[in-house]
């Protein structure tokens, strides 16, 4: 029980820190509304093929630049404290859900644009949202181990991106299958093959940040 | 003398690679057939050039020819002419009916000749339909057999269209893959090792293993692209499996940068061999499960076969899997080098 409220108050812990740097939350908020609006403005019609592609550039673009604050605006003083009172284990646990959450906001905050502002061709929510609260979970994943390890490097921001990018592919291909097929311009027969082998996939994830975490931590 | 013996098995190894892989001939085989398209009823001359046939060896009464469709429907060849040193005339007396009713219809060529063995060129040549009488159709084009067919004498590795010589590549290209996958796999190991007993050795060795490895796997995508050129007509196209083994390379050379942004020796150590093996663990997926579910053009995924069968035989095995040994070692040996070096780097930093 004691890790399991640990883990709630890491997560309270990093949304206080959220509310009271507000300027962040506006900020990528800002970004996205602005992105959205640039992109409808310059492609005047989207394909639904070509809706799907943009939507998940973004994605990965806004996730870079939310996720890059993860690890590295924690004080090396602080962690050292959250080291005495709880363990890596729960820090990363925390972080996972923490992020999974702020970049499913995030994703649905996208998704909400893209209708607004560009257009609607969407035919099964369903499937939709399931694309896009996988693709959270995938990308949470990696991004939350990749920013711990990008906070130790130099110069963090280009070594977050560098690192991320091509790390992430593999999930985000699933999940443009998996939207693909929420649109309609792909079928929906592989489309439970593609999601039990992206759970496989994110669930491998899991287990070697799980493992991987206490040691970089502990540098 | 000791831990020498490795060494000089892998640069055997990849001289006979070299010098069997491209001394072996090519089998003989058929390269095009003209006209592509002839009539029913009419007595047609096709002119079909060889490669490696050794036709001036041959006597006209020797060869043989059909065309054949689903090895059911045969139409053996009236005569058979030498026209020069790879061409070979053959006239067939083509039936007034078709055994199928279709507009037109594709036959392969077949060439027989003993020592050369049999000889097909699939799918050449177009029939044009004349008459409409199936049953006579029928009788027709199977009264005909292929008879005793010869096989080729001699080593030789397999004739495909298209690859022809290229198929030498497989020695190469396919190896160069397999042992960067091997040298990634023990890199992983030692980063493990490293990780549980703290020994920088072991983190020496694991970067070592990934440098070399990075290396094949450029090679690998090289000797990729050249024998795209030559199959496909182009160095590069958008095809999954070329992207994902593109991308594959990117997080390796991601890997190189993250080594070299940390400047503290043993927080590189750990933060690198913890990045080696979360991206191996990428990597496993992306060049091996996603290429499978998707179109694409590469060998082995998408619905298109791996090179097995005719077009992998055991004269081929021959050299394809000590090429594997081969570059193998040879990259353990260079990567061996690698950690002498760092070691020596190292303590010239020391002093």
Do not use: C
């Amino acid at each position: 029980m004691k890790v399991l409220s640990n883990i709630w108050y890491l997560i309270l812990k990093d949304f206080n820190i959220e509310l009271r740097q507000r300027y962040i939350l506006a900020s990528i908020f800002l970004y996205v509304i602005s992105t959205v609006f640039i992109i409808s403005k310059i492609l005047q019609t989207v394909s639904p093929m070509l809706w799907n592609a943009i939507f998940w550039i973004l994605f990965i673009f806004t996730a870079v630049s939310a996720m890059m604050k993860s690890f590295s605006q924690e004080i090396s003083q602080r962690s050292l404290y959250y080291y005495y009172l709880t363990g890596p284990i729960e820090i990363i646990i925390a972080k996972f859900i923490y992020n999974f959450f702020s970049l499913l906001l995030m994703g649905l905050l996208i998704m909400a644009a893209f209708i607004v502002f560009i257009n609607n061709p969407i035919e099964n929510y369903g499937i939709f949202v399931l694309g896009v609260i996988l693709g959270a979970l995938g990308v949470s994943v990696i991004f939350t181990l990749v920013s711990s390890i990008a906070s130790k490097g130099g110069n963090s921001a280009t070594l977050m991106s560098v690192l991320s990018i091509p790390l992430v592919l593999p999930v985000v291909l699933f999940n443009l299958r998996i939207t693909g097929a929420g649109i309609g311009i792909l079928g929906m027969t592989t489309i439970a093959n593609d999601i039990l082998l992206l759970l496989s996939i994110i669930t491998i994830l899991v287990g070697v940040s799980l493992i991987l975490f206490p040691q970089i931590w502990r540098t | 003398m000791k831990g020498i013996w490795w060494k000089g098995l892998g640069v055997l190894l990849m001289l006979y690679v070299i010098i069997v892989g491209f001394l072996m001939p090519l089998r003989p085989g058929i390269t095009t057939a003209f006209p592509q398209n002839i009539k029913s009823g009419e007595t047609s001359v096709i002119t079909a050039s060889t490669y490696n046939a050794r036709l001036e060896t041959l006597s006209a009464s020797d060869l043989r020819a059909w065309l054949v469709r689903d090895t059911t429907y045969i139409l053996q060849a009236q005569s058979v002419k030498i026209s020069g040193d790879q061409s070979v005339d053959v006239t067939f007396d083509v039936p007034e009916n078709l055994p199928v009713d279709e507009e037109v219809l594709d036959f392969s060529l077949v060439l027989d000749a003993p020592e050369m063995g049999s000889i097909v060129l699939p799918y050449s040549i177009f029939i044009a339909k004349k008459g409409s009488d199936l049953s006579s159709g029928m009788t027709a084009w199977t009264s005909d057999s292929l008879g005793k067919l010869n096989k080729h004498k001699g080593l030789a590795i397999p004739f495909r269209n298209l690859l022809f010589e290229t198929l030498r590549n497989t020695y190469f290209h396919v190896s160069l893959w397999f042992s960067m996958f091997i040298l990634f796999l023990i890199s992983v190991i030692y980063s493990i090792k490293f990780l549980r007993k703290r020994e920088p050795y072991f983190d020496n060795v694991a970067s070592s293993l990934v440098e070399v490895g990075t290396l094949f796997g450029i090679l690998g995508l090289a000797t990729g692209a050249l024998w795209a050129k030559n199959t496909w007509g182009t160095y590069w196209t958008t095809d999954v499996k070329l992207n994902m083994a593109a991308v594959s390379m990117m997080i390796y050379a991601a890997y190189l940068v993250l080594r070299s942004s940390i400047k503290d020796g043993d927080k590189k150590a750990i933060i690198s061999s913890s990045y080696n093996i979360f991206a191996f663990f990428i990597i496993v997926p992306l060049i091996f499960v996603i290429p499978r579910l998707t179109d694409s053009l590469h060998p082995g995924n998408g619905g298109n076969p791996g090179f097995g069968g005719e077009d992998m035989d055991n004269t081929m095995r021959m050299v394809f899997y000590p090429a594997i040994i081969a570059f193998t070692l040879i990259g353990l040996w260079m990567s061996n080098l690698m950690i002498r070096y760092k070691k020596l780097r190292n303590r010239i930093d020391e002093i």
